[in-house]
């Protein structure tokens, strides 16, 4: 079966500064990976997948993932971290596309002046 | 973007009575939806798998004739918590797979509380 680690509940990072969000993973078989982000009582917004091919996948919002199959990490990084980045992201991994993701436990973003 | 559309965004009801969530696909068929219920602080844990026209396939663990799920159309499902008690407070949210099963969008998620 599959499952997802995310390491680091929250963190902390102040404005212009690099965001990297940890995400480890654990699949039988190729995964498919996602990152999402959700905002205080909101829903889910996708920021970026990873399915197959080039394994730096570039999302919206300045955020980008790298598949490393050998390390089975899909960590999330962005260069410049904005006020608006903070909120919850979650990192997801799927067997088939969009069927039955399992996310992991989420990392709250903070991002201080 | 495809917009899924989730109501109510909360709800309070007294133990012991039943509350009906939606979830509507607005512009695209959704054949396929899922449900998910999110704990303070935690992660998404999926309910159950909802298929168009078909029973829907519930988690381990998850109660179905407690949590009922309906999908009568290729844009609405719906969960039904009968009678809910004060442990079924949670945050419900629904997302909705593209036929081609290339994305999933989802809801804004319903706050539902138990009193």
């Known amino acids: 079966a599959q499952s997802v680690t995310q390491l680091g509940s929250h963190v902390s990072v102040s404005e212009g500064a690099l965001v990297l969000l940890r995400c480890n993973y654990s699949s039988s078989v190729p995964p498919y990976l996602f990152w999402y982000v959700q905002y205080p009582n909101q829903g889910l917004q996708l920021l970026l997948k990873y399915t197959t091919g080039a394994t730096l996948v570039k999302g919206i919002n300045g955020f980008e993932a790298e598949f490393k199959k050998s390390e089975t990490s899909f960590h999330l990084t962005k260069p410049s971290a904005h006020m608006s980045d903070a909120a919850e992201y979650f990192c997801?991994?799927?067997?088939?596309?969009?069927?039955?993701?399992?996310f992991g436990t989420g990392t709250r973003l903070l991002v201080s002046p | 973007g495809a917009v899924v559309s989730q109501h109510p965004s909360r709800v309070i009801c007294k133990s012991g009575t039943s509350v009906k969530i939606e979830c509507r696909s607005l512009d695209f068929q959704a054949t396929t939806m899922f449900w998910y219920r999110q704990f303070p602080k935690k992660s998404l844990m999926l309910m159950a798998t909802s298929n168009e026209g078909s029973k829907a396939t519930y988690e381990q663990g998850v109660e179905k004739d407690k949590f009922l799920i309906n999908h009568a159309s290729l844009t609405l499902s719906t969960l039904t918590v009968t009678s809910a008690h004060p442990e079924d407070s949670s945050f419900y949210i629904c997302?909705?797979?593209?036929?081609?099963?290339?994305?999933?969008?989802f809801g804004q998620g319903t706050r539902l509380t138990v009193v």
């Open positions: 997302s909705a797979r593209t036929e081609a099963n290339t994305e999933a969008f």
């Open positions: 997801a991994v799927s067997l088939q596309g969009f069927q039955k993701l399992v």
